[in-house]
């Protein structure tokens, strides 16, 4: 995805439309060099098929995609270090494997964490590696505390929606942007998401597969949405099970659930709207 300028509405200031990439048959056929590319762009705005506004990139969307992607790496980060941490132990005297290996995660760590210094590198591993993995706890923990602030400051309704959880929702916020007037509906809100259905019908088989396209990010949070409302919103159990004796599979179920929490999510984004008031009025 590019972006193309087009006719500027002040000398100042050009306006930006988001241009999807070339088509991949015409692709193989013409190569690719920038001049194909930006021809390609150019005749995309040029005849309409390209009118989506992009995300702007300041605002709360933008702060959270950093604190996003600064968490992801932590908690990749601690993962890894714990798999090592396990992985050291194997090696290291019986009897203090045996004295580890009866103790949970979080206690294993601070106690491997508090090991005597010694002359052994296998444990001068096992203890770097658990104080790094408590440092790095401490940065996932700071991360969500200042997602969820963010959050509760700007978009403090989307976490009233239930099986909303900061995570998911700041994946939700960052896929709309800053600018979600910038979506045309709610339609065009779950094209985005990757939830729109995608007609699969054939002969007498009417039938609606899932959309493998769209923010993925987005999509994996609705369905962790999705996967926490079967579990503990009554509602929404009840419309499995009214699906299911329709015979539908619970693949297809999830993805109609999928649709429309992106509709009840893209009312959560938008601006309100301010109220008339009356001339009359005092």
Request: charged share 25%; glycine share 6%.
């Amino acid at each position: 995805m590019c972006s193309a300028g087009s006719t500027p509405t002040t000398p100042d200031a050009v306006q930006v439309v988001e241009v999807n990439q070339p088509d991949r048959a015409t692709r193989r056929k013409r190569g690719k060099t920038d001049a194909v590319d930006a021809e390609a762009a150019a005749r995309a705005v040029l005849s309409g098929r390209a009118d989506v506004i992009p995300k702007s990139g300041e605002g709360p969307a933008a702060d959270m995609r950093v604190l996003r992607l600064a968490k992801e790496s932590a908690v990749k980060a601690r993962t890894q270090a714990k798999n090592q941490l396990k992985a050291v132990l194997l090696g290291v005297d019986p009897e203090l494997r045996e004295a580890l290996s009866s103790l949970s995660n979080t206690a294993l760590i601070a106690t491997c964490a508090d090991l005597p210094d010694g002359d052994d590198a296998a444990v001068f591993t096992i203890r770097l590696l658990a104080r790094r993995i408590q440092q790095l706890t401490t940065e996932v923990k700071e991360l969500a505390r200042r997602t969820t602030k963010a959050l509760r400051c700007w978009h403090p309704q989307l976490l009233d929606v239930i099986g909303v959880g900061p995570d998911s929702a700041a994946a939700l916020l960052i896929a709309a942007g800053d600018n979600p007037e910038r979506l045309a509906s709610e339609a065009s809100f779950a094209a985005l998401c990757g939830v729109s259905p995608v007609e699969q019908s054939s002969g007498k088989t009417q039938r609606r597969r899932l959309n493998r396209g769209g923010n993925r990010q987005a999509n994996a949070a609705l369905y962790r949405i999705v996967i926490t409302r079967l579990r503990r919103d009554a509602r929404t159990r009840l419309y499995l099970e009214r699906r299911t004796k329709q015979g539908m599979s619970k693949r297809e179920i999830i993805r109609c659930l999928k649709r429309y929490v992106a509709r009840e999510i893209y009312g959560q984004l938008q601006p309100p709207t301010p109220l008339a008031v009356s001339p009359s009025a005092p």
